[in-house]
């Protein structure tokens, strides 16, 4: 099962959700400041083990940018991100792609396709001088 740190861009409601389908799940508001900066968040992530579970884009940037091999991260990318609404998708999502969690990935997903890459990001287009 999962360890999510669940981002301030998501509601609480997600704990009860993710713990009654065995995952370890905490949200950010618990344990760090909500005010801090994304790479805070990061770094406790990396540190304690735990995956990110976001709605914000930034986190797939700061992979990329920084070619770090964690935290994993799980960022949906939908309108609405109630877990009443996509917990499904959620739980779904963490049951396939649990071993690639483990071993550092960036999973994005919406209502109609997911997309996973491994850890650390290599660029996609580099460009060649």
């Keep these: 099962m999962a360890r999510l740190l669940v981002d301030m861009n998501l509601s609480t409601e997600w704990i009860p959700l993710l713990q009654a389908a065995g995952h370890e799940a905490v949200h950010w508001s618990e344990v760090g400041d909500p005010r801090a900066p994304d790479g805070d968040l990061m770094a406790w992530a990396l540190a304690h083990r735990y995956a990110v579970f976001t709605h914000d884009l930034d986190f797939g940037t700061m992979l990329a940018l920084s070619g770090a091999d964690g935290p994993s991260v799980l960022q949906v990318r939908c309108l609405n991100v109630l ?36 850890l650390p990001l290599e660029p996609r287009n580099p460009i060649n001088s």
């Design 83 to 118: 877990p009443e609404v996509i917990g499904s998708l959620v739980l779904n999502l963490l049951g396939s792609y649990s071993d690639e969690l483990d071993q550092g990935a960036l999973i994005v997903a919406d209502e109609r396709r997911q997309r996973v890459r491994i």
